[in-house]
C-alpha cells in the first residue's frame, strides 16, 4: 500500500512537472508547494535528483512534437553534394543558434549548481522571483509591441544570445526558465509564438544537460536507485511527458490570440502563497531561515 501511494505521489509531480515547465509560472514554485503535501517518503538526495530527471519526460514531449522542426537530416536537400546533400541547413543553423543561446547558462549551471541548490533554493527566493517577474510580465504587455520577428529561421545569432543572457537569471529558482526566455525573446522583437517555441528548443540541451549533470552526482556521491525508486522516476517521467504534450500545445494555441498577462497575475499570486505558507512554517517553528 505504502508503494501504491509513492506511485500516485510521482503522478502528481509528474502532472505538475508537465504543466509548469513549458507555462511561465515555475515549476520550482510549484515544486515547493507540493512537497509540502506530497511528502516522499524517500532519501533526500532521490529527491534532488528526481526533481530535475523527471524533466527528461518533459523535453521528450517536444523531440516527439517538433520533430519534423528539429531533425537536421534528409535523404537529399536536392541542392547539395556528398554529406551536405543530406543536410537541412535551415534546421542546422537553428540548432547553432540554440547551442549558443544556452552555452551561458550551461556553463554557469555547471560551476554554480551546488551553490544554488545550498544557497537559493528556498521559499523566500522562489515566492520573491515570482512576483518580480509576474510583474514583469504585465508590465511587458501593457505596452505591446508589433514583434519584428514571426518565424524561427528570422530569429539572429543577437537575438539568440540576448535570449541565453535571460536564460542565465533562471538559475535563479522561482524565475521560470520558460518565464525567462519568453520575456527576453519578446523584448528582442519575437513574436509571442516564436519566443514560444524558441523556449521550447532551448529546453532540450539545457534540461538534458543539467539530468545527466544531477544524475552523475547522484551516483558519484556514492546513492544508489533501488528498484522501486527506479519505477517512481519513470512514472514520473512517462506523466510528465504526457501531459507536457497537452500544455504544449495548449500554450502555443493560447498565445495566438491572447497575451501572457494572465499568467503575471497568476505568478504573483503564488509567490504571495508561497510566501504565506514560509511564514507559517516559520511561526511554528518548521521552515528555515532564507539562506545567506
Keep these: 500500500m505504502e508503494f501504491v501511494l509513492e506511485i500516485l505521489k510521482a503522478v502528481a509531480y509528474g502532472v505538475i512537472e508537465g504543466i509548469t515547465e513549458w507555462l511561465p509560472i515555475s515549476s520550482t ?77 550551461a556553463v554557469l549551471g555547471i560551476l554554480l549548481d551546488d551553490w544554488m541548490d545550498a544557497h537559493l533554493y528556498n521559499s523566500v527566493v522562489v515566492a520573491l522571483m515570482l512576483i518580480v517577474y509576474g510583474v514583469a510580465f504585465i508590465l511587458i504587455e501593457r505596452r505591446p509591441r508589433p514583434p519584428k520577428t514571426t518565424k524561427l529561421s528570422r530569429i539572429t545569432y543577437k537575438d539568440a544570445l540576448t535570449i541565453g543572457g535571460w536564460q542565465v537569471l533562471s538559475l535563479i529558482p522561482g524565475t521560470s526558465r520558460s518565464g525567462a526566455t519568453i520575456l527576453g525573446g519578446m523584448l528582442c522583437g519575437l513574436s509571442r509564438p516564436v519566443a514560444s ?5 532551448l529546453a532540450i540541451p539545457v534540461m538534458a544537460g543539467a539530468s545527466l549533470l544531477k544524475l552523475v552526482k547522484f551516483f558519484t556521491d556514492g546513492n544508489t536507485i533501488s528498484g522501486s525508486e527506479a519505477v517512481i522516476l519513470l512514472v514520473g517521467c512517462v506523466v510528465a511527458f504526457l501531459v507536457s504534450i497537452v500544455a504544449i500545445r495548449f500554450l502555443m494555441n493560447y498565445v495566438k490570440t491572447h497575451s ?12 504571495v502563497v508561497v510566501l504565506g505558507v514560509w511564514v507559517v512554517q516559520l511561526s511554528m517553528g518548521g521552515a528555515p531561515a532564507p539562506a545567506a
Excluded at 197 to 201: C, H, I, K, M, V
Design 260 to 271: 501572457f498577462t494572465v499568467f503575471g497575475w497568476y505568478r504573483i499570486v503564488l509567490g
Design 29 to 105: 514554485g510549484h515544486m515547493i508547494l507540493a512537497e509540502q503535501v506530497l511528502k516522499f517518503q524517500l532519501s533526500d538526495a532521490f529527491m534532488e535528483m528526481f526533481r530535475v530527471v523527471i524533466q527528461l519526460g518533459a523535453i521528450l514531449a517536444v523531440v516527439v512534437l517538433y520533430f519534423q522542426k528539429l531533425w537536421p537530416f534528409c535523404v537529399d536537400n536536392g541542392r547539395d553534394s556528398g554529406v551536405a546533400r543530406h543536410v537541412r541547413w535551415p534546421v542546422m543553423r537553428l540548432w547553432f543558434k540554440i547551442i549558443a543561446a544556452c552555452l551561458p547558462a
Design 197 to 201: 517555441q524558441f523556449t521550447f528548443f
